[in-house]
């Protein structure tokens, strides 16, 4: 079993800047790799970071590309979303979420309970 716990949501406004963390315990020496996905009404929950939790190796989708930063710590067992410049079509609920399979992009069984980015226009 692995836990996962976000924190660091809120209400911020455009162009500002917010950090999300996801804090791991239990079996989490199997994990390859921690994901943030998000999700907003009528939409479909969507992957945007992955990083590997031993390194080397990290995805953004093009609507975050250069505006986020997913890293680890792996000390912490913590994984950090760096959201800048955000904009009102980055309100959603954010998930963090964990695999221990090969791929990047499949596979997330367990999740955290997630934590809501509201963007002011």
């Known amino acids: 079993q692995v836990a996962l716990v976000e924190s660091g949501g809120g209400l911020v406004q455009t162009g500002g800047s917010l950090r999300l963390s996801c804090a791991a315990s239990?079996?989490?020496?199997?994990?390859?790799?921690m994901g943030w996905f998000r999700q907003s009404p009528g939409n479909e929950r969507e992957l945007i970071a992955a990083?590997?939790?031993?390194?080397?190796?990290?995805y953004y989708s093009d609507s975050v590309k250069g505006r986020f930063a997913i890293s680890r710590d792996t000390a912490k067992n913590t994984v950090y979303l760096q959201m800048n410049s955000v904009k009102p079509e980055d309100t959603a609920v954010y998930y963090c979420?964990?695999?221990?399979?090969?791929?990047?992009?499949?596979?997330?069984?367990?999740w955290g309970q997630g934590t809501q980015v509201t963007v002011s226009s």
């Open positions: 979420a964990t695999t221990s399979g090969p791929r990047y992009n499949r596979a997330y069984d367990y």
């Open positions: 239990g079996r989490t020496f199997d994990r390859t790799y």
């Open positions: 990083v590997a939790w031993r390194g080397g190796f990290t």
